[in-house]
């Protein structure tokens, strides 16, 4: 990432992006992982840019449906209530596909909650910024926290597409974000033109103006120019921009669980990562320890000394006391790994006055800090190899032995959560969805893997069959679009109550399905495509492959040519820039 950025730029951006983050996470309650990918350009050509995974939703009715479930506040009740902006038909009409993103999608539980990348917020390494979050106002320099607050809001759902055919397939395609964009009472501003204006009640009370990116350029579903705020279009240095409380209602309507009692926008920091007292960059604060040594890392801050205690309690030196240290980094050994809570505290001398900031982190247990590879021995289905509180598979490998035979409708439970987390990642050999064979006795059986299984987030192993299509077929379909083809023929586990989901992100109200084809590409395998009701995506045809949406009980058949070589679910992103004179 160095992208002319020091090491000091570096540990302060990244204490910066975490405030940021933070002024999401204090005022919105959705027990949601969204990840976002942070990273550098070298150069001022580009100030920020967001590149944001999308999901489709089938119909407006199952979009206002998820909404409606969602709905906790009195934003949500006037958006769905007589005279709101969302109504019960779909006021668009037409041959139209409403779009969210993926971060979003999870927040209205139209897909189930995980730690894949959600986006990537990408910045100008060549800016001059201040990354203070007590002092964001500095002449000659840019607010990195209001440029990542401005980032972090587009990944989350804040983006626009008004009618364009994203995905090249003839649909107009629209953001639940296009919803909320008015002219006035009852009239829709379903453009990029001026006049249009944020509204929860059909237009009735116009919020704020959005950005005339006809005339102006910039993003259409950006503030116009005026007060300072982090989602304005178009800004300069030397300013602070913040979350406003429009912003906050902004979010809440759009799948985000506002908390009730309305708080401070931006809160009061209690660290700064450029002056007053350090601030922890490594291990990140609430983490869990992979094992019983951990070197901590922390900014410089305008400190002339410190000092680390650890604890089992706050401000507790059980564990480890440093002494009185110049450095910026202390690696400490002998941590408990019982997954008991460690309370740390960093000292900084400013001013000749000792303060501190505080921090917990979660100690490694006996499943947390697993070897490499883990072992999975079945001789009853009731046996769970792995029970844990946050336990955490990336960098793991699984091996199952089945020592039984296996009746229909079989669950095999890998790891029970005995805590809320969600398991954190993916074991490298056995993804989400996956479809794995396990032997007994000469015979085959075959498994898909749940990771959000039991009570939620539990792995349990759901028994299925092969017996769907020809070895040949099965061998070219992705596993997510195997598991859609179960689903939709109500094939197991799909023949009973499962929390499992295939991640198809793009489908229509038809039963088609945006995939990525590779083959070797003919007029006459392309003819076969509109034969069966699908259409290829404008621009994506190559020597090699191209993009299309196909009825989903198609793609068996074309699967089965001779000439085509795979078929995966398509995962499109879309990129929103934001250029050197503003953003």
């Known amino acids: 990432m160095a992208a002319g950025l020091s090491a000091t730029d570096i540990a302060n951006m990244k204490a910066a992006a975490a405030f ?17 990918f942070v990273t550098a350009v070298s150069g001022t050509g580009t100030l920020g840019m967001s590149n944001t995974f999308l999901n489709s939703v089938p119909s407006y009715s199952s979009l ?23 109504p019960t038909t779909d006021p668009i009409g037409g041959n139209d596909l409403y779009v969210v993103s993926r971060a979003e999608a999870k927040a209205l539980d139209l897909t189930a909650d995980d730690l894949s990348n959600d986006g990537t917020f990408t910045f100008g390494g060549g800016f001059s910024y201040t990354y203070d979050p007590n002092n964001r106002a500095v002449a000659g320099k840019t607010d990195f926290i209001g440029v990542a607050m401005h980032e972090f809001s587009e990944i989350m759902g804040r983006i626009p597409l008004m009618g364009q055919d994203l995905f090249g397939t003839g649909a107009s395609d629209y953001m639940l974000f296009d919803l909320f964009h008015f002219t006035g009472a009852g009239t829709r501003g379903l453009n990029n033109g001026a006049g249009r204006s944020f509204s929860i009640d059909n237009g009735t009370t116009l919020l704020k103006a959005f950005n005339n990116a006809a005339v102006n350029g910039g993003d259409l579903d950006d503030w116009a120019s005026g007060t300072n705020d982090c989602f304005n ?117 400013v001013n000749n006055v000792w303060t501190n900031n505080a921090y917990t982190y979660r100690a490694a247990n006996g499943s947390t800090s697993l070897t490499p590879v883990v072992n999975a021995t079945y001789t009853t289905p009731t046996e769970v190899p792995i029970v844990s509180d946050r336990f955490t598979a990336i960098g793991k490998t699984l091996n199952i032995a089945l020592k039984f035979p296996p009746a229909p409708g079989t669950e095999l439970m890998v790891v029970r959560n005995t805590g809320p987390e969600i398991i954190r990642g993916t074991f490298a050999n056995l993804r989400q969805g996956q479809i794995i064979p396990l032997t007994y006795a000469g015979l085959t059986y075959y498994f898909i893997a749940n990771y959000h299984g039991g009570q939620g987030n539990d792995l349990v192993l759901l028994w299925t069959d092969r017996s769907l299509l ?14 859609a083809l179960k689903q939709a023929r109500g094939q197991a586990p799909f023949n009973k109550p499962t929390s499992l989901r295939p991640d198809i992100p793009i489908r229509d109200g038809n039963g088609r399905v945006l995939v990525d084809i590779t083959a070797t590409v003919s007029a006459k395998l392309l003819d076969e495509v509109a034969v069966l009701s ?7 045809v190559t020597d090699n492959g191209f993009r299309a949406m196909v009825p989903l009980l198609q793609l068996e058949t074309l699967a089965g040519r001779s000439d085509v070589t795979s078929i995966s679910p398509s995962r499109p992103t879309l990129t929103s820039v934001i250029e050197s004179d503003g953003f």
């Not at 002024?23 to 976002?36: A, E, L, M, R």
């Not at 969602?70 to 949500?76: E, F, G, I, L, Y």
């Not at 020809?470 to 598991?483: C, E, G, R, Y």
């Open 64 to 86: 206002r449906a998820a909404v409606a479930a969602d709905s906790k506040t009195p934003d949500d009740a006037t958006v769905l209530g007589a005279g709101g902006s969302l």
């Open 534 to 540: 699908g259409r290829v995506s404008d621009g994506s």
């Open 20 to 36: 940021a983050a933070t002024q999401f996470t204090s005022n919105y309650t959705d027990n949601i992982h969204v990840n976002i």
């Open 233 to 349: 279009a178009f800004s300069s240095s030397s300013v602070e921009n913040d979350l406003t409380t429009v912003d906050l209602r902004v979010m809440d309507v759009i799948g985000y669980d506002r908390v009730t009692a309305t708080p401070t926008p931006t809160p009061t920091p209690t660290a700064t990562p450029g002056s007053g007292p350090a601030v922890m960059v490594s291990p990140a604060p609430g983490s869990t320890f992979t094992s019983s040594t951990a070197t901590f890392q922390w900014t410089a801050g305008s400190a002339t000394a410190y000092a680390l205690t650890l604890g089992s309690a706050a401000k507790g030196t059980d564990i480890y006391s440093s002494s009185v240290i110049s450095a910026l980094s202390a690696t400490v050994t002998g941590i408990p790994t019982d997954g008991r809570t460690v309370f740390a505290t960093l000292y900084s001398r």
């Open 470 to 483: 020809p070895a040949a077929v099965l061998n070219k379909l992705d596993s997510q679009v195997v598991l």
